[in-house]
């Protein structure tokens, strides 16, 4: 398999991005906002949700460095953080956009626990690119049951 790179200037790209580093793990001095290149990034492991489940003809527990990155981005807030911290570790759950003012709106980030950092853009212009080499997870990340009541 060779390194994905994926671009999202959509919500339906970014959906795809957020399926992809489901369950990505990192610290918090892995991100960095630079509001004078209006750009956010982070470095995260990301867990092959792709590869565990058979997607390429193989099955295996395998986890990657990919950088994610925002561009356009106006103004960046986080929630139940502490940027002091920055070898806190965090669980990325989900990205999603939310429009506001077509094309622009809110990215936010979710982390497990309730951690969020939330992006002011211009527009969707984001970009996830594996950075090298995979390596064995030790587990497949694991999701409880949503009770129906």
């Excluded at 395998?62 to 925002?70: D, P, Q």
């Excluded at 929630?79 to 622009?104: H, N, R, S, T, W």
């Excluded at 997870?137 to 949503?146: F, G, L, M």
Aim: proline fraction near 4%; glycine fraction near 6%.
């Amino acid at each position: 398999m060779t390194d994905l790179k994926l671009v999202a200037f959509d919500a339906e790209d970014l959906n795809v991005i957020s399926a992809h580093v489901q369950d990505a793990v990192l610290q918090v001095g892995d991100m960095a906002y630079l509001p004078s290149a209006h750009r956010f990034a982070a470095i995260v492991n990301r867990f092959d949700w792709a590869k565990a489940t058979g997607c390429y003809g193989e099955v295996g527990l395998e986890r990657r460095r990919t950088a994610v990155r925002f561009e356009r981005v106006l103004e960046a807030k986080c929630q139940g953080l502490d940027l002091k911290a920055k070898k806190q570790c965090l669980e990325l759950l989900a990205i999603k956009f939310d429009e506001v003012d077509p094309p622009g709106g809110y990215v936010t980030l979710f982390f497990a626990g309730g951690p969020a950092v939330r992006l002011k853009v211009e527009c969707i212009e984001a970009e996830m690119r594996d950075l090298g080499a995979a390596w064995t997870a030790r587990r497949k990340p694991e999701h409880p049951d949503v009770e129906t009541v």
